[in-house]
C-alpha cells in the first residue's frame, strides 16, 4: 500500500460537503433576504463552502491524479479521465451558484436557487461515489510519499483552514468525529480542538446558518 493508506478524511469530507448543501437550502429557506446582515452571512457560509470544494478538487488535480497517471494503466487511466471531467463539470455548476450567492437581495429566487443546489448535490453525490469507489483505489495504487505529503501541505494551507475540521464534524455521526480530530496528534489536539471548535461556533453564528 502506497503513502494514502487511510482514505476516511476523503470519505469524510464528501459527506461534510453534502451535509453543507443541505444546510445552505435550510438556511436559505427561511432566510429574510430584505436584511442586508442576513444576505450578508448566507453568502460568507457559501463562500466557505465554495472555496472548501475548490481547494480540495484543486489538490487532487494537482497533487493526486497527476501523480499516478504515468503508472497508471490504460484502464485506469480513463478513470482519472473521468475524474478530471467530473470536476470540471462541478465547476460549471458552482459558477452559477457563485454568481447567485454573490447577487443574493430581496428579488432573489430562492427556488431557483435551492434547485441549482439540488443539482450540485446530485452531481458531487455522484461523483463522490464514483471517485470513492474507482479513482481512490488507484491513488492508493501509485502515490508516492512526496505527492501525498504536498497535497496534505496544500491542505493545510486551505482558506479558512483553522475551520475544516470542526465544520467535517458539524452534523457527523460520533466515530467520523472521533477520526477526524484523531487526524491531529493528541498533543496538538489537546490545543487544537478547542480554538477550532470556538472559531467554528463564531463563524456559524455569525454566518446566521
Sequence with gaps: ??????????????????????????????????????????????????QALHHHHQGEDTYLFPGVRSKAS????????EMDAEHEGLVDT??????????????????????????????????????ERDGVPIVQKYISDEDFNAFMKFNRGAPDASLIMPWMCDGADASVQAA??????????????????????????ECGV
Excluded: C
Design 94 to 131: 458552482l459558477a452559477v451558484l457563485d454568481d447567485q450567492f454573490s447577487h443574493l437581495d430581496q428579488s432573489t429566487d430562492k427556488a431557483a436557487v435551492t434547485a441549482r443546489l439540488d443539482e450540485l448535490s446530485q452531481v458531487l453525490s455522484a461523483h463522490a461515489a464514483h471517485e
Design 1 to 50: 500500500m502506497s503513502a494514502m493508506r487511510d482514505a476516511s478524511m476523503n470519505t469524510n469530507m464528501h459527506a461534510a460537503f453534502l451535509r453543507e448543501i443541505s444546510r445552505l437550502q435550510s438556511g436559505l429557506a427561511t432566510a429574510d433576504l430584505g436584511d442586508a446582515a442576513v444576505r450578508a452571512g448566507l453568502a460568507r457560509r457559501y463562500q466557505f463552502f465554495s
Design 74 to 81: 490504460p484502464a485506469e487511466q480513463a478513470v482519472l479521465d
Design 180 to 205: 477526524t480530530w484523531g487526524n491531529l496528534p493528541a498533543p496538538v489536539r489537546i490545543f487544537l480542538k478547542p480554538i477550532m471548535t470556538r472559531k467554528y461556533s463564531k463563524f456559524t453564528k
